[in-house]
């Protein structure tokens, strides 16, 4: 299982570098007569163990998004929140070595709800161009977090998926 995830990552970094380097765009539908409310700004992230697994928890003023995400994932958004190397670079830590040798940056991470599941984009500015991807939404969180980049909620997810904040703390990964 690690080597098909090691591929597919060696697989998705060579993606990106083609299409950084060539100009294409895997740009999501942008266009502006889609009417939308404002996304919503994510104030913090936080990494917590819960019984099912691991969980990211987007923070709002008043709300909170839990978003399950695999254990690796979770290594790798923490260890970016606590601004720790790890001893080899994981995946994340490769995309922004790649991005900022191509003088690429991310400018922000949208999320948004369909069907039950997150979905993600990652927007990007390549050589003055603007970029938007298509990812996983803890792909779009851990990406945001090392180049300290906004992460904006679509208000619809924030709607149905948001809990109450509380102050209680929960065990930190």
Do not use: W
Not at 66 to 88: E, H, K, N, T
């Amino acid at each position: 299982m690690h080597s098909f995830l090691r591929s597919l990552s060696a697989i998705l970094c060579a993606a990106l570098i083609c299409v950084a380097t060539t100009g294409l765009s895997m740009a999501a539908d942008n266009s502006p007569d889609q009417a939308r409310e404002p996304m919503v700004r994510v104030q913090g992230v936080e990494v917590i163990s819960s019984p099912i697994g691991a969980v990211v928890v987007l923070k709002l003023p008043n709300k909170q998004i839990p978003v399950f995400v695999d254990p690796v994932v979770a290594i790798s958004i923490q260890s970016a929140l606590g601004g720790q190397a790890p001893a080899r670079p994981l995946s994340h830590d490769l995309m922004q070595t790649v991005l900022e040798s191509l003088d690429a940056n991310v400018t922000q991470a949208a999320i948004t709800l369909k069907d039950g599941t997150f979905y993600g984009a990652l927007t990007l500015d390549v050589a003055g161009r603007t970029k938007v991807f298509d990812c996983r939404s803890s792909d779009a969180i851990a990406l945001a977090v090392r180049f300290k980049a906004p992460i904006l909620l679509d208000p619809s997810l924030v709607e149905s998926a948001g809990i109450e904040r509380t102050e209680e703390r929960v065990p930190t990964i």
